[in-house]
């Protein structure tokens, strides 16, 4: 009795695992919104634009790290 409880814990314990994973290889969804702002003294101001797009806007301007605060494109994870 003890064995078939533990199998079938093993098996529901993989099952909800398995539902965790990323499908269709994708990464986990980064959490946050893009900013930007037009100059380098300019105030922040949300541009509705997801992380994929975010990013390449980011190589485009400024070729930096996009979780950093400077520059003029910048992936918040606060908002």
Same mark, same amino acid.
């Given at each position: 009795?003890?064995?078939? =409880?533990?199998? =079938?814990? #093993?098996?529901? #314990?993989?099952?909800? #695992? $398995?539902?965790?994973?990323?499908? *269709?290889? +994708?990464? #986990?969804?980064? $959490?946050?919104?893009?900013? +930007?702002?037009? &100059? @380098? &003294?300019?105030?922040? @101001?949300?541009?509705?634009?997801?992380? /994929? /797009?975010? /990013?390449?806007?980011? +190589? /485009?301007?400024?070729? *930096?790290?996009?979780? *950093? +605060?400077?520059? =003029?494109?910048?992936?918040?994870?606060?908002?």
């Amino acid at each position: 009795m003890e064995k078939i =409880l533990l199998v =079938l814990g #093993f098996l529901l #314990f993989a099952a909800a #695992f $398995s539902m965790t994973l990323p499908g *269709d290889n +994708q990464l #986990f969804a980064v $959490s946050g919104c893009c900013k +930007q702002r037009d &100059s @380098y &003294s300019g105030n922040w @101001y949300g541009n509705g634009k997801n992380f /994929e /797009e975010c /990013e390449r806007l980011n +190589q /485009e301007k400024d070729r *930096d790290n996009v979780f *950093d +605060q400077r520059g =003029l494109v910048w992936w918040d994870v606060g908002c």
